[in-house]
């Protein structure tokens, strides 16, 4: 993934990337999301372009707890998060978190 451009480059300032790891369960756990805010979580199978945009909310600290469908739990997911920043260098032209990896294995 792209670094994150300036938003005000006269004064230097970064939006910082949120980050997240996934439960083998399928919860999506993050932290420096912007507090209270509208989180969108992607999930994209591998090998294929099926994409899901699946809606939560961050925390007043900015953190995050999305527990995922059933349905979405199967195969090979790269899973991503957003809480809408802009970044002119990121997917769509927000800013992302980092893409997890999750292999859900039948049985």
Not at 44 to 67: K, M
Request: with cysteine; glycine share 10%; aromatic share 6%.
């Amino acid at each position: 993934m792209a670094a994150a451009k300036a938003v005000d480059p006269a004064r230097g300032v970064s939006p910082a990337a949120p980050a997240i790891t996934v439960t083998r369960v399928g919860v999506v756990i993050g932290a420096g999301f912007l507090p209270g805010r509208d989180v969108t979580v992607r999930i994209t199978h591998r090998g294929e372009e099926v994409r899901d945009y699946l809606n939560y909310a961050a925390d007043p600290n900015g953190f995050l707890y999305a527990d995922l469908p059933s349905t979405a739990l199967t195969g090979v997911l790269r899973i991503s998060a957003t809480d809408h920043r802009r970044d002119e260098e990121g997917q769509c032209g927000r800013l992302w978190s980092n893409t997890y990896t999750l292999s859900v294995v039948d049985g």
